[in-house]
């Protein structure tokens, strides 16, 4: 008997990781809603263009707060403590919201990524090779982690014996953890991956765009945080083997669901803050919007017409004569609102110059035809 004593594990009671958890998870969860909210009145209210990365996003924080209130709610019932020291008829409660929370969990993570890959084929204007490459990887890294989903709930049979021990005792068959910690390794691994090159792909893009270094280098760090969310996920990776530990599993997988919450928050932040710069000016003394006002009230004049227009009109009569014309078009990379016109707040715009050389007529072939001819 005293060496069974030996062999088992002595435990602090007071070790409890269920505040720190609660405090990460609800300060990371709030700052996340305000870019969300953020972005939606700008997307909604400002630019009148709510895309399919909005729908998304607000998706995905659906996930994420669905993931925080299973884990308060476990975390309430002792998730975070020692196994040995939560009361006995709390135990099963605790597994089952344990195991549900990773089902959403792995959700608000998974769907941001979608929202990057649209957000990206949305600013972007890539040719379709491009687009392809963006929704297959990040659809990739979804049904990866959609099957992880799978696995998970289809450990043992029935599947009601993950979370109620007393099952197993009665004859239930589980399979082997170390294929879900396996599976999970695997699908962190893809997760990483693919959060990197969402992060480091804008940058091959914008840095040939026409605009300033200091615009590209603030552009390509807005779009680049998801870098961070690769990291995360690579030390959620070394957290995983704690679901081998079934005797202290609510201890030990504790970690995993921090770094679960800190990954996904870390994605939806890395997909709205290249979206809140149209807010930010707004804010910053409405620079922005009134210089826009100024410029429509004196585009337009009594006469009902364009004076830009009627400008560009007699610029390009005066190039035809000089004996060139350039065609000037400009495509902005922040969207369009609903009618189909660039909104004043969406300044990163794409220009492309075509210039058609000819020469006159008369100069050539003379005023009765080709010279040399009958």
Request: hydrophobic residues 40%; negative net charge.
């Given at each position: 008997m005293s060496q069974q004593q030996q062999q088992q594990p002595v435990h602090d009671p007071s070790e409890d990781k269920g505040p720190r958890i609660m405090a990460v998870l609800w300060a990371l969860t709030g700052f996340t809603t305000l870019l969300v909210a953020a972005r939606v009145y700008i997307r909604l209210v400002m630019l009148r263009s709510f895309g399919l990365d909005d729908w998304l996003i607000v998706f995905g924080m659906i996930m994420g707060f669905v993931f925080c209130g299973i884990t308060t709610a476990a975390i309430v019932n002792g998730f975070g403590k020692h196994l040995m020291y939560i009361e006995m008829d709390k135990i099963e409660t605790v597994l089952l919201l344990n195991n549900l929370s990773f089902l959403f969990g792995i959700l608000s993570f998974t769907i941001p990524k979608l929202a990057i890959a649209a957000l990206l084929n949305r600013i972007l204007n890539r040719n379709k090779f491009h687009q392809i490459l963006l929704w297959f990887l990040t659809g990739f890294a979804g049904t990866v982690s959609c099957i992880c989903i799978v696995v998970l709930f289809t450990m043992c049979n029935p599947p009601e014996a993950m979370w109620k021990p007393r099952l197993v005792e009665a004859g239930a068959t589980c399979r082997?953890?170390?294929?879900?910690?396996?599976?999970?390794?695997f699908t962190g691994a893809v997760s990483a991956f693919v959060d990197l090159f969402l992060a480091a792909y804008p940058s091959t893009v914008l840095l040939k765009l026409n605009m300033s270094l200091r615009k590209k280098l603030a552009l390509c760090g807005a779009l680049g945080l998801g870098s961070l969310a690769s990291a995360m996920a690579i030390i959620k990776c070394v957290q995983l083997p704690g679901l081998m530990d079934k005797s202290d599993f609510t201890y030990s997988t504790a970690?995993?669901?921090?770094w679960t919450c800190v990954e996904a928050n870390v994605v939806v932040v890395a997909s709205c803050i290249p979206t809140l710069q149209p807010l930010l000016e707004f804010i910053l003394g409405k620079r922005v919007m009134a210089s826009s006002s100024r410029g429509t009230n004196e585009h337009y004049k009594s006469s009902g017409f364009n004076?830009?227009?009627?400008?560009?009109k007699r610029s390009m009569a005066s190039r035809k004569e000089a004996g060139f014309t350039t065609v000037e078009s400009q495509e902005s990379i922040?969207?369009?609102?609903?009618?189909?016109?660039?909104h004043p707040l969406s300044q990163i715009r794409r220009t492309d110059n075509v210039t058609v050389n000819y020469e006159s007529r008369s100069a050539k072939y003379g005023s009765n035809g080709p010279k040399g001819a009958w």
């Open positions: 082997d953890q170390r294929i879900l910690v396996d599976y999970a390794i970690d995993l669901v921090l004076n830009s227009s009627y400008g560009a922040l969207g369009d609102n609903e009618n189909g016109n660039a």
